[in-house]
T-cell receptor, first 116, second 116 residues
Framework: AQKITQTQPGMFVQEKEAVTLDCTYDTSDPSYGLFWYKQPSSGEMIFLIYQGSYDQQNATEGRYSLNFQKARKSANLVISASQLGDSAMYFCAMREGTHNFNKFYFGSGTKLNVKP | DAMVIQNPRYQVTQFGKPVTLSCSQTLNHNVMYWYQQKSSQAPKLLFHYYDKDFNNEADTPDNFQSRRPNTSFCFLDIRSPGLGDAAMYLC???????????????FGPGTRLTVL
């Protein structure tokens, strides 16, 4: 089974609107971390937000928030007030447990296009 | 600014001609990673170093080797590049796992490899 699933290959959103990018994960380890990265066309992976499995509250970083639903094993990224510069590829990733914790599992990504 | 630097940003090599990609970091992180990313795909972990300990992914071809002479530098050697090795190569770093910390990976800008 895939560790990280992103079911939206591509998304469109109107500038200034909010958008949700879906991510589900699969692990039996009680300790894990979930991450979202943005990859513009230039190629660099930019870290956006992190959620730990034991965190009680949803993570927020500026216009980014993570809708963490542990029972459903989902970690959706919400971008509020979309900007043209948000157009990029977005990857969800998971670090699993304390064994081999250095390994990140990446989803297949969602390409977001923000329309003016 | 502390960062992850990759040189060169673009590399062209010939089929079968060895090539070396370099990565340096000023973050003083223990862990360094090399990923291969093909167009519209998720990054694929090739190997990582935890300090001097080398960890190879099971499906990484023998054609790919790595060296880490010191904390700051890490090299990716492709001994006999094939057409299928044309990709973006991303270097990343992270700290050792710290309780309550994200332990996110910090990525360099990548080297785009073309094989003629």
């Amino acid at each position: 089974a895939q560790k990280i699933t992103q079911t939206q290959p591509g998304m469109f959103v109107q500038e200034k609107e909010a958008v949700t990018l879906d991510c589900t994960y699969d692990t039996s380890d009680p300790s894990y971390g979930l991450f979202w990265y943005k990859q513009p066309s230039s190629g660099e992976m930019i870290f956006l937000i992190y959620q730990g499995s034991y965190d009680q509250q949803n993570a927020t970083e500026g216009r980014y928030s993570l809708n963490f639903q542990k029972a459903r094993k989902s970690a959706n990224l919400v971008i509020s007030a979309s900007q043209l510069g948000d157009s990029a590829m977005y990857f969800c990733a998971m670090r699993e447990g304390t064994h081999n914790f250095n390994k990140f599992y990446f989803g297949s990504g969602t390409k977001l296009n923000v329309k003016p | 600014d502390a960062m992850v630097i990759q040189n060169p940003r673009y590399q062209v090599t010939q089929f079968g001609k060895p090539v070396t990609l370099s990565c340096s970091q000023t973050l003083n992180h223990n862990v360094m990673y090399w990923y291969q990313q093909k167009s519209s795909q998720a990054p694929k972990l090739l190997f990582h170093y935890y300090d001097k300990d080398f960890n190879n992914e099971a499906d990484t071809p023998d054609n790919f080797q790595s060296r880490r002479p010191n904390t700051s530098f890490c090299f990716l050697d492709i001994r006999s590049p094939g057409l299928g090795d044309a990709a973006m190569y991303l270097c990343a770093t992270s700290t050792r796992l710290v309780a309550g910390s994200g332990n996110e990976q910090f990525f360099g800008p990548g080297t785009r490899l073309t094989v003629l």
